[in-house]
Every structure is written in structure tokens, then in C-alpha cells.
């Protein structure tokens, strides 16, 4: 054969395959995709990004779960942020006027989506279908924290994270569980032996990583890329909780030792004490919450909260801490509003501040203002009698969530080098007598305060 005709064939050959393969592109664009239901909206126009991984396995999880009447929200960092910034726009939104994908269709390998779990009535055959459905689908469970207090169920596994991949994109399930304090809780991610640790890029999860704990969102539906969706009413809210919620338990197992060893004070005043302080403390931390100012538990009551896991009965006051960034000029007055007069204040914003209100039945609570240094903490101390001024010195600390008298309270992550700096290593023992101006091993003296400053910086009522 000439090379004239060769030449020809391959030219014929050329076009040919070209003019099929923009057949098969026709095809799935105008009938395949339509068949398929991977377009949502009815408008006319470009459908922009509705083709993505992402969309289509989102898509696929709402209407599994829309189906099983499985109550999700999305809970999506990177979501929720662009949906914050075009709230507006996503309110007036209609199902049928979308047609770019400008939220699910963002890049990445997960989309987050919570779910609580006692609103949750078909959790297998839900597991079942999404497999059915093309899902690859993990399950996390660990042991239920809530009943480590309960020897006989301490056991117990409820479900955790589900983790369901389609593709290359995966969904990630996180399974928030009631607490005592009227709060969610969602466990720490732990893979086990049998799982593969390449199902997933587990270490690029934004939830998991450690326990979390947040306040129950109220949830609105809205229309996001064409697919109906519930989210949190107030989605900056949620975003800002994010990067504070890692919540730490209590030491069951070791507080039941410790009480053990040293009997409970179960007497009817030990029992008062314990009431008064507990009412007490949600008075302040309702009181806190409505000025927006953070607090933990400290000196005493984060130790009773540590080693027994309760109030210390002698202990005979609630201690909290502030960063002293934090403060407000109208917290006295807040307080005195939920009917806590001030017994005493010491010290002045600028140094050394703290502040006393008196609580039902004699029991008081004390408010230490903590000054952050270079490579420290501290809060002072103020004797009324002489002028005496006193620091309390700590290694810096961050702040966690705990449950502490069926409340969501902070502590300082950094728990027992919080605890060693108050009351050194022998902290397990219990101490009756204990003198503030000598017993701890982080005190030390700070000078007097200025006879002409007295009126200021020591107050008693």
C-alpha cells in the first residue's frame, strides 16, 4: 500500500475515534447524567461543579439518610466557614436556583456531618443500606465514659465516628452522645487493631482527634449547592467552639480508689456543704456564661474534681480561676444582680485582683485573677490585716472541658502540673489545715502594698 493511502487511513481512523468520543461526552452530559439524577436542579443554564466527587457523595449521604430518617446536620469546618460568609445569600436561595457548586464542590478528601445519637432509631439497617448504596462504611465504638462510675457497666461500647467513603471522597459521621450538663459530647477517634489504617487519611480529621464537648446547636434547614441540609442556627457560634471543645473525664476508676482508702464524709453537714456549693457554682458559671467571660475550676475545687471526682467537703468555698484579660468592669455588680454580695476585694486590675461573694449557708466564692509572664502564670494574694502581698506561680496551662456536678465546666488541660503547683506531690493525701500563706509549694512573697493604696486594693464588706 502507498504511503498516500496509509497516510489517508489514519486520518479516517482520527476523525472517526474523535467523532465518538464527543458522542459518548454528548451522551453522558444530556442523558446518562440526567438518568442518573446527578443534577438536582431544575433551572436552565451550566450546572457548574456538580460533576465533583465531593457533591456526589454528599448527595448520595442526604438521601440515604433523608430516607432512614437519620436526623444529620453538616458540622463541616471548612463548609461552614463559607456558608458564614454568604449566610445571606444561602437564605435566599431556592432548591432550584442554584447552578454553581460553590460549597460541597471545594476540595478535599472529607465533609463532616454530626447526629445525636438518641434521636437515632434504625442505626443497623441504616449501616446495611449505605452499603447497599455503594458505601464503604467504618465504625468506631469505645466504652460509654458516662457509666465508668458504675462498676457493673463500665463496659458497655456505644458508637462513636462512622467513616463512609464513596470514590474518592468520604463522609465522616461524628456521633454526638447527651451529658449530664445539658451538653453534646463526641468521643476521642481510637483505631483498633483489626481496622486498616489506610481505609481513610485518618490524621486529616478535623473531629476525633481527642474527646470534644459542645453546647446543643439549634439547627435550621437550609439549600447549599441544590441539596437541602440542616445546620447550626448560629454557625460562627459553632466554628468558634471548635478549637476550645477537647474535653477531658474525671478519674472514675482512680477516685473510687481514693475513696477507698480515705471513707467518704457522708454526715448530713458534709451533705449541705456539697448542695450549697454545687448551687452555688452554677449560680456563677450561669452568671459568667451571660457576661462572656471564661473561667475554670481552681486551687480546691479543681483538686476535689480530680482526685474524687467531687467537692471537697471540708473545703468550705468554690474557687475559680479568670485570665485577667478577661475580666469586665461589671462583674461585681452581675453578681451582686444574682444576689452574691461582695465580701471582699483585693488587689486591683492591674495586680493581683481578687474577688470574694458570699453564697447560701456560709459558703463563699472566691475569684482568682490569673497574669499571664514570658514562660509562667500567677494570681496573687492579698493579706487584709498587714498589706501583705503574695504570687502563686504556675506553669502555663490551656483550658479543657470536663463534667464536673452534672455541669460542662473548664479545667486546665495541664491538670496534674496545675495541681502539683498548688499542692506539690503529695496531693493525694488529704490536708485539713491548710495555711494559704505557707502551705503551698508555689507561693512566694510579693512585697506590701503601699499604705496610701490600702482604700483601693483591700476592700471588706
Avoid at 467537692?311 to 480561676?321: A, C, N, T
Amino acid at each position: 500500500m502507498s504511503r498516500i493511502n496509509k497516510n489517508v487511513i489514519l486520518a479516517l481512523l482520527t476523525l472517526t475515534s474523535s467523532a465518538f468520543l464527543l458522542f459518548q461526552l454528548y451522551y453522558y452530559k444530556h442523558y446518562l447524567s440526567a438518568k442518573n439524577g446527578i443534577g438536582l436542579s431544575k433551572s436552565k443554564g451550566s450546572r457548574i461543579g456538580f460533576d465533583s466527587t465531593q457533591w456526589r457523595a454528599v448527595k448520595k449521604f442526604i438521601m440515604l439518610t433523608s430516607s432512614q430518617n437519620v436526623p444529620v446536620f453538616l458540622i463541616d469546618p471548612l463548609i461552614l466557614e463559607l456558608i458564614s460568609k454568604n449566610f445571606e445569600q444561602i437564605k435566599n436561595t431556592s432548591h432550584d436556583s442554584t447552578s454553581e457548586c460553590k460549597f460541597f464542590c471545594v476540595p478535599r478528601e472529607f465533609t463532616a456531618f454530626a447526629l445525636q445519637y438518641h434521636l437515632w432509631k434504625n442505626e443497623e439497617g441504616w449501616f446495611r443500606i449505605a452499603e447497599n448504596m455503594g458505601f464503604q462504611c467504618l465504625k468506631i465504638e469505645s466504652k460509654d465514659p458516662r457509666l465508668d462510675g458504675i462498676d457493673s457497666l463500665s463496659g458497655t461500647e456505644i458508637p462513636l465516628h462512622y467513616i463512609c467513603r464513596l470514590a474518592t471522597h468520604a463522609i465522616h459521621l461524628v456521633v454526638f452522645h447527651e451529658r449530664s450538663g445539658n451538653y453534646l459530647w463526641h468521643g476521642h477517634l481510637r483505631l483498633k487493631g483489626h481496622i486498616d489504617k489506610k481505609f481513610v487519611p485518618f490524621q486529616k480529621l478535623q473531629f476525633g482527634r481527642y474527646p470534644g464537648a459542645f453546647d446543643r446547636p439549634e439547627l435550621q434547614q437550609v439549600t447549599i449547592d441544590g441539596l437541602e441540609v440542616r445546620i447550626p442556627k448560629d454557625p460562627v457560634h459553632f466554628l468558634e467552639e471548635i478549637p476550645h471543645s477537647r474535653f477531658i473525664e474525671c478519674r472514675y476508676k482512680e477516685a473510687r480508689a481514693f475513696l477507698q482508702q480515705y471513707l467518704d464524709d457522708n454526715t448530713v453537714e458534709a451533705m449541705v456543704f456539697r448542695k450549697s456549693a454545687k448551687e452555688l457554682l452554677q449560680l456563677a458559671a450561669k452568671t459568667l456564661k451571660k457576661l462572656g467571660v471564661r473561667f475554670w475550676l481552681s486551687s480546691g475545687t479543681c483538686l476535689g474534681w480530680y482526685r474524687q471526682c467531687n467537692i471537697i467537703p471540708y473545703s468550705k468555698d468554690v474557687d475559680l480561676g479568670i485570665f485577667i484579660q478577661d475580666y469586665k468592669s461589671d462583674i461585681i455588680i452581675a453578681f451582686q444582680d444574682a444576689g452574691l454580695p461582695l465580701k471582699h476585694k483585693f488587689g486591683k486590675v492591674e495586680d493581683s485582683l481578687e474577688l470574694s461573694f458570699q453564697g447560701k449557708d456560709d459558703v463563699k466564692l472566691d475569684i482568682f485573677f490569673f497574669y499571664e509572664e514570658t514562660d509562667h502564670m500567677w494570681n496573687g494574694g492579698t493579706q487584709a490585716k498587714s498589706g501583705k502581698k503574695f504570687k502563686y506561680l504556675f506553669p502555663k496551662f490551656t483550658l479543657c472541658w470536663t463534667e464536673f456536678v452534672d455541669m460542662k465546666v473548664n479545667v486546665p488541660c495541664e491538670t496534674i502540673e496545675y495541681i502539683e503547683a498548688n499542692y506539690g506531690k503529695t496531693w493525694k493525701i488529704p490536708i485539713k489545715i491548710w495555711d494559704w500563706k505557707n502551705s503551698p509549694p508555689n507561693v512566694q512573697s510579693n512585697g506590701i502594698w503601699p499604705i496610701s493604696e490600702w482604700d483601693e486594693v483591700i476592700q471588706l464588706y
